[in-house]
């Protein structure tokens, strides 16, 4: 563990009162923040592009997130570096009844393990019993959930939680019908040009696509990262066909512009 030793002196260093790093030394979780979300993206863009050196830096720079957290736990008597990966190894312990036995020893080959069935629901019941223990007074399956998740990722834990107690279908097909139904809703209101109520029946139907994404096992943000990256590369794959002609796309018209991005998707096949 040469290198993590190192980084937590590095942290050290730049903390220190004295002779540290001045930026370094004026954060706080608060301002922590911003950052943590743009080494998070930073690196799931490294993953999708699969240059190993990439991630591996990226992961560094998520890694540094985590360990600044942990020394400025540690300034506030709190927590320290060792305290969360202990914490941590405790819970996936306990999480996984088909790996360890009760009493923390790793299960061999010839150990008796459940089916996976059995492995989906204890898991889910091991959760319940950790959302008690952290919040008994909030009787909700919501407990714990943070109030200021990205409204797709906040959607997708809802209806997780709402499923983990019945409350969700168990076939796809009425999912499918809920999508249909909501959007009739917005075009409804899109008639009696209510800006308010098309919002809020926008709302629905993002919610009942990011439903359809979790019945199918789909990733609702990657999805739609994926897409937003396949709609940039078109669209610059356009672009760069009209300045090769001294144009540009504001100058044509919207059958023009259909037209190249009907030829772009062509290319791809």
Request: with cysteine; hydrophobic share 40%.
């Amino acid at each position: 563990m040469a290198g993590v030793r190192a980084l937590l002196e590095v942290m050290e260093r730049l903390r220190d009162p004295d002779t540290g790093c001045p930026w370094d030394q004026k954060q706080t979780m608060q301002s922590l923040l911003p950052y943590t979300q743009e080494e998070v993206y930073e690196v799931m863009a490294a993953i999708e592009q699969g240059n190993m050196d990439e991630i591996a830096d990226e992961l560094g720079d998520l890694l540094f997130q985590v360990v600044f957290y942990a020394k400025l736990g540690a300034e506030q008597a709190a927590f320290d570096f060792d305290s969360i990966a202990a914490g941590t190894a405790a819970k996936l312990i306990r999480r996984h009844p088909h790996v360890y036995a009760e009493d923390g020893r790793p299960l061999g080959k010839n150990d008796k393990r459940p089916s996976d069935a059995e492995i989906k629901a204890r898991w889910e019941q091991i959760k319940q019993q950790e959302r008690l223990a952290k919040a008994p007074e909030e009787p909700t399956v919501f407990r714990d959930i943070p109030h200021n998740l990205p409204a797709i990722l906040m959607a997708n834990k809802l209806q997780k939680r709402a499923a983990s107690v019945g409350f969700d279908w168990t076939e796809k097909a009425p999912v499918l019908d809920k999508i249909e139904e909501e959007l009739d809703e917005v075009r409804v209101e899109l008639e009696r040009g209510n800006q308010e109520a098309v919002a809020a029946e926008i709302g629905d139907l993002l919610f009942a696509v990011v439903n359809l994404a979790r019945h199918c096992q789909v990733n609702p943000e990657a999805a739609l990262q994926q897409t937003n990256r396949k709609f940039k590369q078109r669209f610059q794959a356009i672009e760069a066909s009209l300045a090769a002609q001294g144009l540009t796309p504001a100058e044509q018209s919207l059958a023009e512009l259909e037209a190249l991005w009907g030829k772009v998707k062509a290319n791809e096949k």
